[in-house]
């Protein structure tokens, strides 16, 4: 059973059934339906109690590329539509985002009960810590570190709850510094610390499985020129790991002229830019015409790459093999997990060596990093997935650990294999004009061995792409940027919850 449904059982009975229905909802949605995007509004009198149920859970949906809409014009939205119903409510595309029952003052700080039962508890420290007056223009808390919150919460005020802009003043005692203060309560809804909250983002954080049977995403190369485009690329990367774009002209720098629609190049050991041809004399397997196992791009570096770019130049038709493959990390380590639970604790605890050493080439390399192949949160949610066989070197490990370590890492390299009955891998012949973009991080990538037709060598660019990398901080930064623009400045943190990336971000 997943983490998030786990906690459902903690939960009030009024509350397990929605919040369990909620997370049904937002993480079966077959992955082309179109899904009704969520207003950060608070709800309206006109909008029944039943759906703030879902509401609870509104910031859920955006995974599945819903965004939100600036609260004022929401709320305006939702009172000129009138829904009575979920069902009418969703037509429209105006789910409320919160609504408070009630909120009391505590011994420890505050308590809130929404609109479908679930309670909120806020500690007097955080609610001190997390005043908005203490946040600069820029976002930065103005907090001294050494502060300590001295003053009790004895009231709370509950203002605006039904025109779309509810909040509630906290009243302080015992600081003559301090009065009051006023937390949005969609501020305060999507920074709970509850249970049912925590199920709720764990359900939109939680990647959807990417099957060999899944069709890769794409878009077109056109639709990149406009800001709009690219959220909508850069929704489907994060949503199913990669995305294809068709039709990118075939000239010199093209690929980093896309990836800079993200965000700068990143610059690696191969430089901001690298061709993928079989040459005489390879620095890279890569660059020959062997085939290459699944893995992962710079897994030696303390911060790998976060998404990777493959533009096809050329691929003549008398070139046999060279197909692309690549699989879900996350679900294949959620599938160790299920067949086997010892195996899977292993690969989260004890460290691998990744590793590249090369003196003999122009640039000599010497990069080691250790760490576990898999990665896991304080609720056990994978989180990060680390493979690179070509790159690993001589495990260094307690000795009673390397006989487990092999037999659990022999578990992770069957799944990953193309004859495993898992059936993980998609594969793909890349067209001239295709770019592959996927998240070097969640996806793992191969490809076949491929030849000339007739045993002519494949030394004269007959398959030829063209690569670069982005940051994964790059990456993220423009998508939550173009998912926040239109969102009131007050409604952006943390915002709209995004599927994990596998950059061992615990949320």
Sequence with gaps: MHSAQRSLGRLAPQSVSRAAAWIRHVTSRHPNEQSVPPTAAVATPEISEDSAAAAAAAAAVAFLGGAAAPPAKAAAAARAAAPTTKAAAAATGSLPAVEIRSARATDSGMQVTWSDGERSTFHREWLFRNRLENLFHSGQNLMDPTERCHATVTSVTQVGARDGGGSLIVHWADDPN?????????????????????????A?????????????????????????????????????????????????????????????????????????????DPINVAYSTL????????????????????????????????????ADAFHAAEILR??????????????????????????????????????????????????????????????????????????LADIFDEHSSHQVIIKRRLEPGDLLCFN??????????????????????????????VGMETYINR?????????????RSPGIPISRVSNGDHA
């Design 178 to 202: 301090l009065q009051s203060s006023t937390f949005p309560a969609l501020y305060l809804r999507q920074l709970s610390h509850s249970l049912g909250s925590r199920a709720v983002e764990e």
């Design 440 to 469: 070097n991080r969640r996806m793992v990538h191969g490809r076949t061995p491929f030849s000339q037709e007739g045993g002519g060598t494949v030394t004269s660019g007959g398959r030829h792409l063209q690569g670069c990398y």
């Design 338 to 411: 299920e067949r086997d639970p010892k195996a899977f604790a292993t690969l989260s605890r004890v460290p691998a060596t990744f590793q590249k050493i090369h003196y003999d080439r122009p640039d000599p390399v010497h990069l080691q990093y250790r760490r576990p192949h898999i990665q896991v949160n304080d609720s056990g949610a994978v989180i990060s997935v680390f493979w690179a066989p070509q790159f690993e070197g001589p495990l260094h490990a307690p000795e009673e650990d390397v006989e487990e370590y092999f037999r659990a890492y022999h578990l």
């Design 291 to 326: 085939g290459l196992v699944m893995h992962q791009d710079l897994v030696y570096y303390e911060s790998p790459p976060g998404l990777q770019l493959l533009h096809c130049m050329r691929f003549d038709q008398d070139i046999m093999g060279g197909e692309s493959s690549l």
């Design 204 to 280: 939109a954080r939680k990647p959807k499985p990417l099957m060999s049977s899944d069709e890769i995403p794409t878009v077109e190369h056109a639709s990149l020129q406009s800001e709009g485009g690219v959220k909508a690329w850069l929704e489907l990367v994060n949503r199913h790991g990669l995305c294809l774009v068709k039709n990118v002209p075939r000239e010199e720098g093209a690929v980093s002229r896309v990836a800079e629609r993200i965000g700068p190049v990143m610059n690696t050991i191969y430089g901001k830019q690298f061709d993928v041809v079989a040459v005489a």
């Design 479 to 491: 998508l939550r940027v173009l998912q926040h623009l239109e969102i009131a400045p007050e409604h």
